[in-house]
T-cell receptor, first 115, second 115 residues
Framework: DAGITQSPRYKITETGRQVTLMCHQT?????MFWYRQDLGHGLRLIYY???????DKGEVPDGYVVSRSKTENFPLTLESATRSQTSVYFC??????????????FGPGTRLTVL | AQTVTQSQPEMSVQEAETVTLSCTYD???????LFWYKQPPSRQMILVIR??????QNATENRFSVNFQKAAKSFSLKISDSQLGDAAMYFC????????????FGTGTRLTIIP
């Protein structure tokens, strides 16, 4: 099905392990984003990408790494997971058109627990 | 940096009644966009309504409307004829003008519908 998907939907890992969260979109949208959602903070931007091979930091990038070798994929890696990274992670995408009114479309989220 | 404030962590309303959710923001920009997103228990982020700052007319989408007060930097959401399916977390979000793709979210308001 077309749209934006995230995998896995749920993940439990241990402190110090590397974890990669996957995001895939079928719309060929230019922009892709990673957010984390925590109680009391709403959604906060981790990283975003304007196109393949172009990424930039958001509000809370520390401890995360991203890459974007293909337009449709935007994986998020926690190189050494910490308990403070326990959160729900959302991927989003947006097309770049002359009309910058366009909304961001969100994936279903990944709940990550770091023990 | 832009900030978005939702001062009502929780709200409740009787079914079929009207409820207003508050949102204020801080920015020095003149060109920007404002959004309300709904997050039901499924966790999916759903765009409810959006407003361009240069438009004086308040946006309306069926039972959802906004009261956009640019000078006061206020962007409230009014839900008319509340339905059980409106129960969700509601997030107010801000995005700067062209070239600024980052969304800044408020901390959310949990809306409960009382049958």
């Amino acid at each position: 099905d077309a749209g934006i998907t995230q995998s896995p939907r749920y993940k439990i890992t241990e402190t110090g392990r590397q974890v990669t969260l996957m995001c895939h979109q079928t719309w060929s949208h230019s922009y892709m984003f990673w957010y984390r959602q925590d109680l009391g903070h709403g959604l906060r931007l981790i990283y975003y990408s304007a196109a393949a091979d172009i990424t930039d930091k958001g509000e809370v990038p520390d401890g995360y790494v991203v890459s974007r070798s293909k337009t449709e994929n935007f994986p998020l890696t926690l190189e050494s997971a910490t308990r403070s990274q326990t959160s729900v992670y959302f991927c989003a995408s947006r097309n770049l058109l002359a009309d910058s009114y366009n909304e961001q479309f969100f994936g279903p989220g990944t709940r990550l627990t770091v023990l | 940096a832009q900030t978005v404030t939702q001062s009502q962590p929780e709200m409740s309303v009787q079914e079929a009644e009207t409820v207003t959710l508050s949102c204020t923001y801080d920015t020095s920009e003149s060109d920007y966009y404002l959004f309300w997103y709904k997050q039901p228990p499924s966790r999916q982020m759903i765009l409810v309504i959006r407003q361009e700052a240069y438009k004086q007319q308040n946006a309306t989408e069926n039972r959802f409307s906004v009261n956009f007060q640019k000078a006061a930097k206020s962007f409230s959401l009014k839900i008319s004829d509340s339905q059980l399916g409106d129960a969700a977390m509601y997030f107010c979000a801000y995005r700067g003008g062209r070239g600024n793709e980052k969304l800044t979210f408020g901390t959310g308001t949990r809306l409960t519908i009382i049958p």
